[in-house]
């Protein structure tokens, strides 16, 4: 039995930052990566289902698009206790747009084939909430999005997933195995790696993949084949806010006015 | 006839037989008894703290005979037990000295000293100390049971009542046990000796050097007054001679199963303590597979023997801050609990499965997460311990594990992640960390790039809560007025890692302090000053192990010296009425008391002490990683319960700390215990800054960012 953990890591910006030169994105000196939060809480309720089998029987299997500096945060998915990292890149991959991804990781899919993939509902930095769900589409495999909770027991072909809805509704739906479910924050409390766990798991292998190794080539992945690419990014103009001071009568006087300004009366 | 110790006389041989019997069966059991505890001790890891044998022996030596440890805060206790020890052991050398002639010697070689002069001394010694000892006990026993002291009624602030653990009246029941047994042993001791006197009142060589035993003589006149025959006595003695004999075996044979065995746990605890303990923590084997202690076996040998040396005095207990605000943490508890946990795991033949040992959790001996996380880590149980037990680096080593498990608040988890990430625990971007120098019409070297005297190693919250700002401000400005050539490591400087390493994040900890140690050999300096005692006491003490060997001051000190040299000058006298309070890491630590008064006195201050000063000073609660994490709500916090002892000075004006973590506790604990208006609470660098009188700084030319500043 095996659970493939589909994990990003994500850029966070410092303060101060500034854009690159092209305007598409933020200057790379301005970024600082982390594991996306929302892989945290993937990651756990895999080890809690792996935890909760008999040893030895359940494996988990992190997976992550990118380059070197990646393999940073799959240390830390091995210092909480994942079995094996698995690091998918060649330059081709560059400016792979969340659907490529997910058709990558489709592809590291079929030769682990695993019994479930818990992928997070979005990263934090492009929030596309999509590659989960790509992933799924790329293997023909059912899904369920936002799990805020899950009954599952290792290999049983169904599982009850529980989506978050808006205006705190849950839906509780019943999907065939295997499946990719895209977590939601909060669905449990990940573990802490501590440093110590972190530098031990340096030891532990990253197995690399390439193209080749996936029966890829440069043509299905990079910007080449995005669906959509960045024309710009910039900090929009703040908007204006002010407070109405005065009585009652006064505020209101002043709100028509404002509107009536809109208006372009 | 000869003037000597009576001794077996009248008695059948098959008696004496009889009693040698009993005396080898009292050596035996204590022997065994001594055999299981070495193996339980030995069952632990090994301890850095063997060596230096000679050198340990003879300052355990110096505290046993000044009994300087005992009578710290409790000096009636001290100066009884003093009693106590010096009547015991004289009274053990006495008997012991019998043993040496009438057993050893006389069979082997014939030879006797027991005589005339030598032993009528002797006798008389011996009677001064056995009225020592029994004076002694009896203080104790007046202490224990009227003078209700809240430290001797073991009441455990983490259990609740009815739990299995809870109940510590067989602490009690040994205690009064320990205290009768020894003063029967005294007080039949003197009526046998008077009712010998009162049988033998007819031979010269007893009756006319009677007085040579003073209570024995006078207790013998008074039994004669009372009617008490030669015949009498004699029954009477022989009667006694066995009670107090067997007695006196019996308390022989019981030293290693009861508290009787602190007489050699708790010397050989002083013998082995760890003048850095807790200063320095002890690093993680690189070999070593999981951090901390998990089961009783993880604890070292000498760790285990202090779980043997601790009296249950209580003065940790009354010490601790978090015991004070009602935390679930007692340091006595702790190591009571550890030690009862050993006795039940360690003392037979075979140890059980490591399930067994585990000493995290909820069961009977267990350490509860919440006991170990309510420690601060402020020494103030490992200080007044009077048997050097070292409570924190236990709890620390328990943590560690806990941390490994993941098992912590949330927030901490997110703090430390922080600290991680950007190298500050708050969370703010590297490049920000020297923000507070933009303010200042002057422009401070970068240490990394040109050689200075003075690197100042500033620490987290003064770098980054606007308060503490304020005050790193004031310092840069002294520094700059005076002249001193001194310089940052701008965002070169990560957390110092003091905090980090008594939560038991160790791994981050070598991250931080390898981090920090590389920054500096980099930079061309003479010295280090700091004005956070938490950084001081870990690049002090601790960084040393990990290849950073550099000299650091306290500010307090530097200031101190450039007053004290005239570089400094006042332009005025402050003529405040302060009281200062010490810091944990530069006073209980490092032992810097002296220089912050000595500037206070220099500034024209008048200091009133609040009565927990000095090495008992009163943690403001934000150590071990507890500024971290939030206090209780609804609970006194150790920063008020301070304040409120603060405020009981008539007219304070100004409460002084030297200590950024300080100020950020006090500053909150004013406004919440309601002194707000009745006094303020101040750095010391901002008192210097009232009465120093600057250059004009608009003539200094502006400064450059500290970005553009920084590579």
């Known amino acids: 039995m095996k659970i493939m953990v589909p994990v990003k890591q994500v850029a966070a910006l410092d303060e101060d930052f500034e854009f690159r030169d092209d305007e598409r994105d933020v200057d790379e000196d301005f970024l600082l990566y982390d594991l996306n939060e929302w892989d945290d809480f993937s990651l756990e309720e895999a080890m809690l289902i792996k935890e909760k089998a008999p040893e030895g029987t359940v494996e988990v299997v992190v997976v992550s698009v990118g380059p070197e500096r990646v393999d940073e945060s799959l240390r830390k998915c091995l210092a909480k206790g994942a079995d094996r990292a698995v690091r998918v890149w060649d330059d081709a991959m560059e400016g792979s747009d969340s659907v490529t991804v997910g058709g990558i990781l489709a592809a590291v899919a079929k030769k682990e084939s695993p019994d479930m993939i818990f992928a997070g509902v979005q990263s934090s930095d492009a929030a596309n909430g999509s590659t989960g769900i790509a992933t799924a589409a790329a293997l023909g495999w059912p899904h369920a999005a936002v799990v805020a909770g899950l009954e599952y027991a290792p290999g049983a072909n169904k599982a009850v997933a529980r989506r978050e809805l808006e205006g705190g509704t849950l839906q509780e739906v019943e999907v065939a195995c295997p499946a990719v479910l895209t977590i939601q924050l909060g669905i449990n409390k990940p573990r ?35 669906l959509s690419r960045v024309r710009r990014m910039y900090v929009p103009p703040k908007g204006r806010a002010a407070m109405i001071e005065g009585t009652p009568a006064e505020q209101a006087a002043r709100i028509i006015e404002i509107i009536k300004e809109f208006k372009g009366e | 006839m000869q003037i000597t110790r009576v001794l077996f006389e009248n008695f059948q041989p098959k008696a004496i037989y009889l009693f040698y019997a009993f005396g080898y069966a009292a050596i035996a059991v204590f022997a065994w008894g001594a055999y299981t505890q070495i193996r339980k001790y030995r069952r632990g890891q090994p301890d850095p703290s063997w060596g230096n044998l000679a050198a340990r022996f003879v300052d355990m030596v110096k505290i046993m005979l000044t009994h300087r440890t005992l009578k710290r805060r409790d000096t009636a206790a001290g100066k009884a037990h003093a009693l106590i020890f010096f009547s015991f052991l004289t009274l053990l050398v006495g008997t012991a000295t019998i043993t040496l002639e009438y057993d050893i010697l006389k069979p082997l070689t014939g030879w006797q000293f027991w005589y005339g002069k030598f032993y009528l001394l002797f006798s008389l010694v011996l009677d001064f100390a056995g009225v020592g000892l029994i004076g002694g006990l009896l ?47 005294g007080i039949t001791g003197f009526v046998l000796e008077a009712a010998r006197i009162v049988w033998l009142a007819d031979r010269p060589a007893v009756w006319d050097v009677r007085w040579w035993s003073p209570v024995g003589a006078a207790l013998a006149h008074a039994m004669q007054g009372a009617g008490l025959s030669a015949e009498g006595a004699s029954a009477l003695r022989g009667a006694l001679w066995w009670f ?75 010490a601790c801050p978090a015991n004070a605000v009602g935390a679930p943490l007692s340091p006595r508890d702790v190591i009571l609990s550890l030690r009862e946990f050993a006795n039940k795991t360690m003392n037979s033949g075979k140890l059980p499965e490591a399930a067994e040992l585990d000493i995290h959790g909820k069961g009977v001996g267990q350490v509860f997460m919440e ?11 490992v200080e007044i311990c009077p048997v050097a037990v070292e409570h924190v680096p236990i709890i620390v080593q328990m943590r560690r594990k806990l941390v490994e498990d993941g098992e912590m608040e949330p927030i901490l988890q997110k703090t430390l992640q922080n600290i991680h990430k950007s190298g500050n625990s708050f969370g703010e971007s590297k490049r920000k960390r020297a923000a507070w120098t933009k303010a200042l019409p002057f422009t401070i070297k970068d240490a ?55 939560v038991g994040e160790e791994g981050l900890y070598e991250l931080l302090a390898s981090g920090n140690i590389g920054t500096l050999q980099t930079c061309d300096f003479k010295t280090i000053v700091t004005t956070d005692p938490h950084s001081y006491n870990t690049i002090r003490n601790e960084y040393p192990e990990f290849g950073g060997q550099f000299e650091i001051q306290h500010y307090t000190s530097v200031v101190k010296q450039l007053l004290a040299e005239g570089r400094l000058k006042l332009n005025k006298k402050l003529d405040y009425r302060v009281t200062y309070h010490d810091p944990c890491h530069l006073g209980r630590y490092n032992k810097g008391f002296d220089a912050p008064r000595e500037v206070l006195k220099m500034l024209g201050c008048e200091l009133v002490e609040m009565g927990r000063n000095r090495d008992n000073s009163f943690c403001c609660g934000a150590g071990g990683g507890r500024i971290w994490i939030p206090d209780p709500v609804g609970k006194e916090k150790p920063s008020q319960n301070r304040m409120k002892e603060a405020g009981a000075i008539e007219g304070l004006q100004v409460f ?56």
């Open chain 1, 192 to 226: 802490y790696a501590s440093l110590r766990g972190i530098k031990q798991a340096a030891a532990k292998p990253i197995e690399g993949l390439s193209l080749g190794d996936l029966g890829l080539t440069p043509a299905d992945v990079g910007a080449g084949v995005a």
């Open chain 2, 139 to 185: 203080y104790m026993m007046y202490r224990r049971k009227w003078l209700k002291l809240p430290k001797l009624d073991y009441a455990r602030p983490d259990r609740e009542p009815g739990d299995p653990d809870y109940d510590r009246s067989g602490y009690r029941r040994e205690d009064w046990a320990f205290l009768w047994s020894l003063i029967l042993i």
């Open chain 2, 244 to 318: 107090h004999g067997l007695l006196a075996l019996t308390f022989i044979a019981c030293i290693p199963y009861t508290k009787i065995k602190h007489i050699f746990t708790a010397s050989a605890s002083l013998m082995f303590r760890d003048p850095l303990a807790a200063r320095r923590l002890p690093k993680i084997p690189e070999e070593q597979a999981s951090a901390g202690y998990k089961t009783i076996t993880d604890l070292t040998w000498k760790q285990l023997l202090h779980l043997d040396a601790c009296t249950k005095c209580g003065r940790c207990h009354e």
């Open chain 2, 371 to 381: 006991t170990l996380w309510s420690c601060r880590t402020c020494l103030a149980c």
């Open chain 2, 448 to 502: 990394r790039k040109e050689p200075v005297d003075l690197v100042w190693f500033v620490g987290d919250y003064a770098s980054f809560d606007p308060r503490n700002q304020k005050v790193s401000q004031a310092f840069a400005r002294l520094l700059h007025h005076v002249g001193v050539d001194f310089g940052l490591l701008f965002e070169g400087e990560i957390n110092a890692g003091n905090d980090v390493r008594r």
């Open chain 2, 656 to 711: 002084v700390v030297s200590c950024p973590k300080d100020l950020t506790m006090f500053e909150d604990a004013l406004k919440t215990s309601g002194f707000e208006g009745r006094f303020v609470v101040r750095e010391l660098i901002e008192l210097i800054d009232e009465c120093v009188e600057y250059e004009v700084w608009e003539e200094v030319q502006p400064q450059p960012e500290p970005e553009a500043a920084a590579p």
